[in-house]
């Protein structure tokens, strides 16, 4: 098997997995109880809690742990707002935001307030001059994802922070989950950030939200005195703990990873350039992780099925949205024809692909285009 589709879901690392599985056995009680294996497991949540923080260069009471990102994007946005709206009516976020943004921000839409969705530009991203040119006295929240999730295109979320904090009533969210252990994070400047485990090689159900201590939220999922009374519920503490040696790992390694997955995107850009029918949607200078790319002989769904029976595992788009029949909302953002949409498809790469495997993909498209492509 092929696997080119880690923006969506990661392998577990061997190091993490052994790890975990000794937590499943040894560290299984509940850490809010008072006796003494509760206490035991109490202590290795916060010492996790305390090293990420330093990972992050944060205060270890700004790291909530979450069953995943579209939690914390839910409680970064919905429990902000609900926290805070007195102090304006305006938010401001693109049109091209991860599902569970997006979702958020329309729940907040119908609830009365007043949603600005910015576009992207030709690189795909939304600008620091964009944010300026929208942002108002009753501005209460920005939210814009690091790197897009189909495209790769990287937002300049520094710029953008310095931008919206010109506004002392207003603060700045993102999207970290595609950035996060392959680029440099200004979590200095960010009031709150999301960073899922399984997107870096850990286990699903944990994600964190960074949250500065200045901010206050309203708690959406209702219960005890966890995670600062701001999410109840027994602590998923075997997730919570290994989550530590998982962003460890991920930020050692980051530096030759990135080296590693440039070659092999470089490569493939090189390759379908020069193909007959072959387009590159993703920006130049987008996160070399994510390539996004069509082929005028072919629609992805057909594509993906003849990958597919070949062993090569892709995705059309966001995985969250893989089974809806629309065209990339992304790749359309782009100024890119409908038909560039309905051929588009992601590529998505790991430290545990290889060079060897994006020439057997070349083949692949080769023998696939032959079989079933329509002439040009």
Known sequence: MIYFDNASTTSVRPEVARVYKKLIDESF??????????????????????????????????????????????????????????????????NVEHSSTKHAIDFLESQGFEVERLPISEEGVVTPETVRSHMRKDTILVTLMHVNNEIGSINPIGRIADVVHEH???????????????????????????????????????????????????????????????????????????LAKTIRLALEEQKDTYAHVKEIRDFLVREISAFPGGHINSPKDALPYILNVSFDQLTSEVLL????????????????????????????????????????????????????????????????????????
């Open 29 to 94: 009680a509940n850490a809010d109880a008072m006796h003494t294996p509760g206490r035991k497991v109490h202590r290795q949540v916060e010492q996790a809690r305390e090293h990420i923080a330093r990972s992050l260069g944060v205060k270890e009471g700004e790291i909530l742990f979450t069953s995943c990102a579209s939690e914390s994007n839910s409680l970064a946005l919905v429990g902000y707002i609900l926290a805070n709206r007195q102090r304006g009516n305006h938010i401001l976020t693109s």
């Open 168 to 242: 002392p009533t207003c603060v700045f969210h993102s999207d970290c989950v595609q950035s996060f252990g392959k680029i440099d994070i200004p979590f200095d400047k960010l009031d709150m950030a999301t960073i899922s485990a399984h997107k870096i090689h850990g286990v699903k159900g944990s994600a964190l939200l960074m949250k500065k201590s200045r901010i206050a939220l309203h708690p959406i999922v209702f219960g005890g005195q966890q995670e600062q009374g701001l999410r109840g519920g027994t602590e998923n503490a075997p997730a919570n703990i290994v």
């Open 305 to 376: 099925n003849a990958l597919d029976e070949r062993g090569i595992c892709v995705s059309a788009k966001s995985t969250c949205d893989s089974r809806s029949s629309h065209a990339s909302e992304v790749v359309l953002a782009l100024n890119h024809s409908p038909k560039y949409a309905e051929q588009a498809i992601r590529l998505s790469f790991s430290k545990d692909n290889s060079l060897e495997e994006a020439k057997q993909f070349m083949k692949a498209m080769k023998e696939i285009v032959q079989n079933y492509g329509l002439s040009l």
